[in-house]
């Protein structure tokens, strides 16, 4: 029995065959969901609708399911201001510092070999983008 809240099997299926050192992105709805990730990342589309899902939901339903020992976010350019969901990615991870990286920089990353599951959502908020590193669960 599942002692957590995610249920989506084909997350859960993904998470299960990727390991520590992989990374899981979740995306907003502007991200180039087939050009700006690993071709071999395991993709799942749950951008039903503007703004379902958040990113921020997603982000909360996988820190109940696994250790996350690092995160990157995109980063707007330099004379623009941090974006308001970057507080809300901090909020759900705690002791996780967010890394940031340029647009270019964000995408060369995702589209890393460990880059093992990729999660589209139909958030619309601009910078909503994060890259997660799989890390080891104490418990």
Do not use: K
């Not at 990730?37 to 395991?42: I, N, R």
């Not at 589309?45 to 990157?72: F, G, K, Q, S």
């Not at 890393?112 to 104490?138: E, P």
């Amino acid at each position: 029995m599942l002692r957590y809240r995610l249920t989506h099997p084909t997350i859960l299926a993904a998470l299960a065959s990727a390991g520590h050192g992989s990374r899981v992105l979740i995306s907003d709805g502007h991200y180039p969901h087939t050009t700006g990730a690993h071709p071999a990342a395991e993709r799942v589309y749950l951008n039903l609708a503007p703004d379902r899902l958040l990113v921020t939901e997603v982000l909360d339903a996988l820190v109940d399911a696994i250790a996350i020992e690092a995160a990157a976010v995109m980063t707007p350019p330099a004379d623009q201001p941090e974006p308001p969901v970057f507080a809300d990615f901090r909020a759900a991870l705690p002791g996780v510092a967010l890394d940031g990286l340029d647009r270019f920089a964000f995408y060369d990353t995702a589209r890393r070999a460990d880059t093992a599951l990729v999660i589209a959502t139909g958030d619309r908020r601009t910078y909503a983008n994060l890259l997660l590193t799989i890390g080891v669960r104490a418990d």
